[in-house]
């Protein structure tokens, strides 16, 4: 679809032809002269946060292993939408991997490195999305209430965290992870917090089984003790109650997914770490 904010941008800037990337759900991701341009569309998500573009600008600066380069950006104005220029980053979206295990194992190698990044200053940190956990009304037993009662655990490792790593925020080519991309997200916070939001991403996508072989890898290579605590914190930090398939994975080829699907998947993954809790995984 058209948006003529976006081409007066892109007219100003000199760039006449676009295309509109897959997947992106909350901004216009288009890529264009080369690079890739992201513009601010959700009215709703820029007044809760307005500095937005600035804070992606920001992550990308650090020099992130596997992050775009920025190149420009400018926030929001009276006329304009704000927009983000990076770099185009090589690979493509692989949600039906040859290999699972492979690809589980490089997902985890890649976050291991961002996660081993030097921690410097930040004036974005980590904070639940939701303070409130609800129980969503289309779920029942006592597994969901005993989840709803759990506090929040202690970190084992602080670091710079991309805040939003699942498969569709990441780019494969033959088999090896070429790029990270959507860092508006980015902060200080614990490990846990990245590692969780892929693990539930994984599990609703694929399997629980999935899930734990990408903390498995992950454990493996940092030696990091894990919390399952943490599982918890992912799961009330989505919009339980309206649930659904991500329309990411759709723009991406996974159209065998559905609702019913999704919620058992949640279910399942709930179930497990309350049945788990007392012996641990």
């Given amino acids: 679809m058209r948006d ?7 007219n100003r800037l000199g760039t006449q032809s676009y295309l509109q990337l897959t ?7 288009i890529e264009a002269a080369g690079d890739v341009f992201r513009f601010l569309t959700n ?3 820029l007044k809760e946060e307005p500095d937005l573009i600035r804070h992606e600008a920001w992550a990308l600066q650090l020099g992130f292993p596997f992050a775009p380069k920025l190149l420009a950006f400018e926030e929001a104005n009276t006329e304009e939408l704000p927009w983000l220029r990076m770099t185009k980053m090589e690979g493509r979206v692989d949600l039906a991997p040859r290999d699972k295990g492979e690809w589980v194992s490089e997902l985890a190698r890649v976050l291991a ?3 081993g990044q030097p921690l410097s200053s930040s004036a974005y940190h980590y904070r639940p999305y939701h303070a409130e956990r609800i129980v969503p009304s289309w779920v029942r037993g006592g597994a969901w209430e005993w989840a709803a009662r759990q506090s929040c655990p202690p970190s084992a490792k602080l670091a ?3 805040r939003d790593f699942h498969p569709v925020n990441v780019l494969f080519e033959e088999g090896r992870v070429t790029g990270v991309v959507d860092w508006i997200n980015a ?3 614990p490990v846990e917090a990245d ?3 892929c693990r539930l991403n994984l599990a609703l ?3 629980v089984d999935i899930a734990d072989q990408f903390l498995r890898h992950y454990v493996e290579r940092t030696g990091l003790k894990y919390d399952h605590r943490w599982d918890l914190m992912a799961v009330f930090d989505f919009e339980l109650e309206q649930l659904d398939v991500y329309p990411g994975w759709e723009a991406h080829g996974r159209t065998d997914l559905s609702k019913a699907n999704v919620r058992k998947q949640l279910e399942n993954y709930v179930l497990k770490v309350y049945e788990n809790s007392v012996s641990g995984f």
């Fill in 4 to 10: 003529v904010r976006i081409e007066h941008i892109l």
């Fill in 23 to 29: 997947g992106a759900t909350s901004s216009t991701v």
């Fill in 43 to 45: 009215e709703r998500w």
């Fill in 113 to 115: 490195l961002i996660h």
């Fill in 160 to 162: 710079l965290i991309h």
């Fill in 187 to 189: 902060c200080t916070g």
């Fill in 195 to 197: 590692l969780a939001h």
């Fill in 205 to 207: 996508l694929e399997s």
